[in-house]
């Protein structure tokens, strides 16, 4: 089963999408499988991170500018700068997780939440999230 | 001798014309200023002359309003000769100049991109001839040529020029990332659906103009008013009626009529057509001008609703800043009713008296100052 998510992001930001996933997990009815996550875009991501501390989630976005910042020597120049840094970060995080799905629920460390990564925002976003479940062996 | 009706048929083209070249000419734009120059801008001249010049003045509050940058549009003498001595080579790239001239000739519009290059600014060349003079002093070249048709005096090429600094306005302000690139792209849907708007506008002024052509055969003249995006619209319209009719005509802003044009004593043999649009923040003073419009027995007309006008024609409202793409589309057809109405050559068929202008001699023939 896949189920799509329309995000409409407000700026580069960390926009926690665990509830939609967890979701999607209880619908499945799936108690031991996995589940994939995908963000069809090239400017953004998707990362497990801490979530108790809101500064936190700052602190990583803060870093990835600092990392890729948005100069304006790109030599991808069909958009902004802003986006051709978002194409770097997306190639270097990733768009795409999968988790195990374990007892009907996702498998993640008390202070792991999956977030999806605004590279180029504010922008009309989407994610889409799958759930499989292990086959059943044989009888 | 150009087919009287070639005008018209520039008018009613208008709607094909958007919607085929907007995407082509945004597709050409987008990456023909290098991202460092555009963030690099601090200030920008927008110059042409004739329909051309108008067209800097039709996007200039695009620019003011979406780029963040102190921007002027004016004619090319003033531009080259007294403007462009006030910079010398202290930012980079600056002035940026969007120059316009469709055939790359104009000799005026060739010395003041000459002139900027000079003064260490960046030139773009808005032209429809790749080998023109003005082609060759530009860093950065547009073509902005609109697909051959009958010839007649132009309006075809003014719009691919308004089109195109529209559509580098929102491209600058894009890269600049004073909007996002939804929101650019959504001002680039918007010029695009003009095309619709265009041809609604046809099919709602048409007979009306028509109809107040022959009402207005034999006035001496015709003035336009309007203000902001719209004087852009007036100038136009001057330029077709003189272009097409060969009447007098001048064009001033709404405010200032009242101060300077109100007390032509002519007022009777006067049309006049008052460019007020819908959501426009000038439609209070419209509305106070009709009265003394009507006062000094002024034959006039409404381009949008302006209360007590005695003829008025309402286009579709579209964003402010856009407005003169419509609005050169109902002007064009009131100078092609007028050229039918009198019967008159235009260009006065380059003849006699006139017979300098022809092949643009008197526009490319002419001593370039540096």
């Known amino acids: 089963m896949t189920s799509r998510h329309p995000l409409q992001t407000n700026g580069n930001e960390a926009y926690d999408i665990q509830p939609e996933i967890n979701e999607a997990v209880t619908e499945s009815g799936v108690q031991e499988g996995l589940v ?21 989630l700052e602190d990583v976005m803060d870093e990835f ?18 986006d051709a840094a978002g194409h770097v970060l997306s190639t270097m995080v990733g768009p795409t997780l999968t988790l195990i799905v374990t007892g009907g629920e996702v498998l993640l460390g008390h202070s792991q939440k999956v977030f999806f990564l605004e590279f180029d925002g504010p922008r009309k976003r989407q994610f889409f999230v799958k759930v499989t479940a292990d086959p059943t062996p044989e009888a | 001798m150009i087919n009287p009706n070639a005008l018209h048929d520039q008018a009613t083209s208008l709607p094909a014309l958007i919607k085929e070249q907007t995407w082509r000419l945004e597709d050409d734009l987008r990456k023909s200023v290098p991202t460092p120059v555009q963030h690099a801008i601090r200030h920008i001249v927008l110059t042409g002359s004739g329909d051309s010049a108008i067209a800097g003045l039709a996007a200039e509050q695009t620019f003011r309003r979406f780029v963040g940058v102190p921007v002027y549009a004016g004619e090319s003498l003033a531009v080259s000769r007294f403007l462009l001595d006030s910079y010398g080579n202290e930012y980079p790239h600056t002035p940026m100049l969007l120059a316009t001239s469709n055939s790359g000739e104009v000799a005026r519009v060739v010395e003041a991109a000459q002139r900027a290059a ?17 082609a060759r002093a530009s860093q950065s070249i547009i073509d902005v040529g609109a697909p051959a048709f009958p010839a007649a005096p132009g309006m075809r090429s003014y719009v691919m020029a308004v089109l195109a600094l529209n559509l580098f306005a929102i491209r600058f302000a894009e890269v600049r990332g ?37 009402d207005w055969r034999d006035l001496q003249g015709v003035e336009f ?18 272009e097409a009719v060969g009447k007098q005509s001048a064009h001033v802003d709404l405010e200032e009529f009242i101060h300077l044009n109100y007390f032509e004593r002519a007022a009777t043999g006067i049309g006049t057509v008052v460019l007020a649009p819908a959501g426009s923040p000038v439609r209070s003073r419209a509305d106070e001008l009709a009265p003394l419009l009507n006062n000094l027995g002024r034959p006039w007309v409404a381009i949008g ?20 793409v419509v609005q050169a589309a109902v002007l064009g057809l009131l100078a092609a009713h007028l050229m039918d109405a009198t019967g008159e050559e235009p260009g006065r068929g380059a003849v006699g008296p006139w017979a300098d202008c022809a092949d643009g001699a008197t526009t490319r023939d002419s001593q370039i100052v540096l």
């Open chain 1, 36 to 56: 994939t996550i995908v963000a069809p875009h090239t400017t953004a991501a998707l990362g497990i991170i801490s979530y108790h501390d809101p500064l936190g």
């Open chain 1, 65 to 82: 500018q600092r990392l890729v910042p948005a100069r304006i020597t790109f030599k991808h120049e069909h958009d902004t700068p802003q």
């Open chain 2, 118 to 134: 000079a003064a260490g600014g960046y030139v773009v060349g808005l032209t429809g001839n790749a080998q023109s003079r003005l």
């Open chain 2, 178 to 214: 004073r909007i996002t690139m939804d929101e650019a792209q959504a001002l680039r849907g918007e010029l695009a659906g003009l095309s619709d708007v265009v041809q609604q506008a046809i099919v709602t002024a048409d007979a009306p103009l028509r109809s107040l052509a022959q």
């Open chain 2, 225 to 242: 008013l309007g203000s902001g995006p719209s004087r852009a619209s007036a100038a136009f319209g001057v330029a077709k009626i003189l």
């Open chain 2, 305 to 324: 609703a302006v209360t007590d006008a005695p003829v008025s024609i309402e286009i579709p409202q579209v964003r402010e800043e856009f407005a003169p």
